[in-house]
């Protein structure tokens, strides 16, 4: 009896063992779990702490490079000053080359005297010509070795049809010069040299449109009143530089002339509308103060205007601010300024396009021209670009009438556009 007792009191007390090292067993592994899950823990907080620190020093980074590009651009602006301080001087009469002869043809065909002819103006075609000798290339140049001297053929307007797509004159335009050359075609023989000549007046006639709706030919401001121009466009396409340039043209040409700076996204926008400022020895009217408001730099800029009884207040604007709509916005509250303190002012809202974005340069006119109520657009850096032929596709597809055309970066590189000129440089070779 007391054997079996002892034998069942060792199996429970053997059971009991089992349980027990069971139960400790589970607990260990509990335990082990969670130590487990606290590495985990610790291992995600210290990750965690790592990407902290990442983006931190990218941060820090993004900060640097900020830094370094307003110190850059400062330091361009100030380099520009001075290598173009050297290109103010006057301009020197070149070589009797093909520069100076084209040229010389050119002014002649618009009725140009002898002795009416300035060394300025040459220099300044013979820039035109140069800029557009990239256009050209892919375009008159390929079109003329097509057609020989022979007559204009169905397969030789096909050429031309590509050749004026790729040099983006635009699809509208190129659809109406193809067709009128083709009935052209149908009722006569058309030569090479002809054909070319029938170009440039079909040409010419699409880019002159606008300019003839709007009733003006040159833009010139009008003296007796004031008279306000807002340079707008996307960012870097040439709006401070060109405005630099019309301050030359305008105070040049005795307008009492002043600059507001309603550009006060950019860094450094100031310093470099100060630098043109001095060159043309026209003032700037600038809030210096970390994101002044744009609208109040044209305010103060407008009672400049009328205490001085300035003729033209040009107003450099902002091309990148953080999206479109706040693009507009600005400018519909620059506008609504101008309206209210000087109601009879004369504004023209001119939209500064970069000729060497072909296309894309034509899709922000087309978005700016719905919601900016544009008068007028300039072209910019037709100094290099094969893309001239843009200016053909703003003119018929926006409506737009070009009012100015720059070729370069100096002072002197932009004048008012002149329709002849243009097509007699687009294609120059004939
Ligand atoms: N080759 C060439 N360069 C030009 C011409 N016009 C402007 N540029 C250059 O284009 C660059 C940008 O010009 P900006 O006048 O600063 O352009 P922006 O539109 O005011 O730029 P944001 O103020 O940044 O919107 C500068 O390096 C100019 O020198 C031109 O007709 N020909
Ligand atoms: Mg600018």
Redo the contacts with the bound molecule.
């Keep these: 009896m007391t054997n079996n007792k002892s034998d069942s009191s060792l199996e429970w007390a053997s059971q009991a063992y089992a349980l027990l090292k069971q139960k400790q067993e589970l607990k260990k592994q509990e335990e082990q779990q969670k130590v487990e899950q606290q590495k985990v823990e610790q291992q995600k907080v210290e990750q965690q702490k790592v990407e902290q620190q990442k983006v931190e020093q990218q941060k820090v980074e993004q900060q640097k490079v900020e830094q370094q590009k307003v110190e850059q651009l400062t330091k361009?602006v100030n380099k520009?000053d001075f290598s173009n301080l050297q290109k103010d001087t006057e301009v020197k009469l070149g070589e009797f080359d093909e520069d100076f002869t084209w040229s010389a043809m050119v002014l002649a065909a618009q009725g140009k005297k002898v002795n009416e002819i300035s060394i300025d103006e040459i220099d300044w075609l013979s820039k035109l010509r140069r800029g557009l000798e990239e256009t050209r290339k892919g375009f008159v140049s390929e079109l003329l070795d097509k057609l020989g001297d022979d007559p204009l053929t169905p397969e030789s307007l096909d050429d031309l049809e590509t050749l004026l797509i790729r040099a983006d004159v635009g699809i509208d335009s190129t659809d109406k010069v193809i067709n009128s050359l083709r009935k052209k075609l149908n009722e006569e023989v058309v030569g090479g040299e002809e054909g070319i000549k029938f170009l440039k007046d079909e040409l010419r006639a699409i880019i002159e449109k606008p300019i003839k709706n709007s009733g003006i030919n040159i833009l010139v401001p009008k003296r007796g009143k004031l008279n306000v121009w807002l340079i707008v466009?996307?960012?870097?396409?040439?709006?401070?530089?060109?405005?630099?340039k019309l301050a030359y043209l305008s105070s040049k040409s005795n307008y009492k002339t002043l600059i507001a700076a309603a550009?006060t996204f950019?860094a450094a926008?100031v310093e470099?509308l100060q630098v043109w400022g001095d060159r043309s020895n026209v003032d700037v009217i600038s809030n210096q103060s970390k994101n002044a408001d744009p609208a109040a730099v044209v305010f103060d800029a407008i009672n400049a205007a009328n205490k001085r009884k300035s003729d033209l207040l040009l107003v450099?604007t902002?091309?990148?601010l953080q999206n479109k709509n706040n693009l507009m916005d600005e400018l519909s509250k620059i506008k609504k300024i101008i309206d209210k303190k000087v109601p009879d002012a004369i504004i023209e809202s001119l939209l500064?396009l970069?000729a060497s974005q072909g296309q894309n340069g034509l899709k922000q006119a087309k978005s700016f021209a719905k919601s900016a109520n544009l008068s007028g657009a300039i072209i910019?850096?037709?100094?290099?670009t094969s893309r001239g032929g843009v200016s053909l596709a703003v003119s018929a597809e926006v409506n737009l009438p070009i009012r100015f055309i720059?070729?370069?970066?100096g002072i002197k590189?932009?004048r008012p556009f002149n329709s002849f000129e243009f097509i007699e440089a687009l294609l120059a070779d004939r």
């Design positions: 361009e520009k466009g996307v960012n870097g396409v040439g709006k401070t530089t060109t405005l630099g550009d950019r926008a470099q450099d902002a091309g990148r500064v970069d910019t850096k037709l100094d290099g720059g070729a370069g970066e590189d932009l």
